[in-house]
């Protein structure tokens, strides 16, 4: 099983500050990452797919990057909306998420 | 409109089984791989179970492999997760999800749509 680790656990900033989020992967999932974001009460909604493609109606402040075992979610500019845990997700044959990561209003 | 519609989620005891289903429209249902993600209380997303199209295909969690059974009607456009043998650490929020277009790259996709999940409480 690939074992995916988020950091850090919690992220505290402010509106308009920039959000950088990391994944690691244990061992290499070439670029077959996604990112999620869930709020409270609320299904998951796929932000990021193949570590850089935004998702349909994603906003352009949402970016992603990185392959291999090392990933990036990045929000260039945070609005009050985007305070969330956000979730990345490999796609093997046995699919499994990172742990989370808390972005909370500092 | 994509939309998924899960129930049958409730209280049942230890050892006991309980039913999901996952109505699903807006799409042609047949022509989708499905999944059951989870989600304990104040905990992370679990993978549980995954079904290709046409049913012919499953896929499932070691944690719940040999417990749950997945499957599908596509006469109904829905999504079955027979889940047997539960155990406390079985309570969790239980979403179906669609994967498919535009999220596949290299023979896989990604969860695009969800549903707004059903709770399943094992206790006694």
């Known amino acids: 099983e690939i074992v995916l680790t988020q950091s850090p656990a919690t992220l505290s900033l402010s509106p308009g500050e920039r959000a950088t989020l990391s994944c690691r992967a244990s061992?290499?999932?070439?670029?077959?990452l996604a990112w999620y974001q869930q709020k409270p009460g609320q299904a998951p909604r796929l932000l990021i797919y193949?570590?850089?493609n935004r998702a349909t109606g994603i906003p352009a402040r949402f970016s992603g990057s990185g392959s291999g075992t090392d990933f990036t979610l990045t929000i260039s500019s945070l609005e009050p909306e985007d305070f969330a845990v956000y979730y990345c997700?490999?796609?093997?044959?046995?699919?499994?998420f990172g742990q989370g990561t808390r972005l909370e209003i500092k | 409109e994509v939309q998924l519609l899960e129930s049958g989620g409730g209280l049942v005891q230890p050892g006991g089984s309980l039913r999901l289903s996952c109505a699903a429209s807006?799409?042609?249902?047949?022509?989708?791989?499905m999944s059951w993600v989870r989600q304990a209380p104040g905990k992370g997303l679990e993978w549980v179970s995954a079904?290709?199209?046409?049913?012919?295909?499953?896929y499932y969690a070691d944690s719940v492999k040999g417990r749950f059974t997945i499957s599908r009607d596509n006469s109904k456009n829905t999504l079955y997760l027979q889940m047997n043998s539960l155990r406390a650490e079985d309570t969790a929020v239980y979403y179906c999800?669609?994967?498919?277009?535009?999220?596949?790259?290299?023979?896989?996709?990604?969860?695009?749509?969800w549903g707004q999940g059903t709770l399943v409480t094992v206790s006694s």
């Open positions: 193949d570590a850089s």
């Open positions: 061992q290499s999932v070439s670029s077959y």
């Open positions: 079904i290709s199209g046409s049913g012919g295909s499953t």
């Open positions: 807006g799409f042609t249902f047949s022509s989708y791989a």
């Open positions: 997700q490999q796609r093997s044959n046995c699919p499994t």
């Open positions: 999800a669609k994967e498919g277009p535009p999220y596949c790259s290299g023979g896989s996709c990604y969860w695009g749509y």
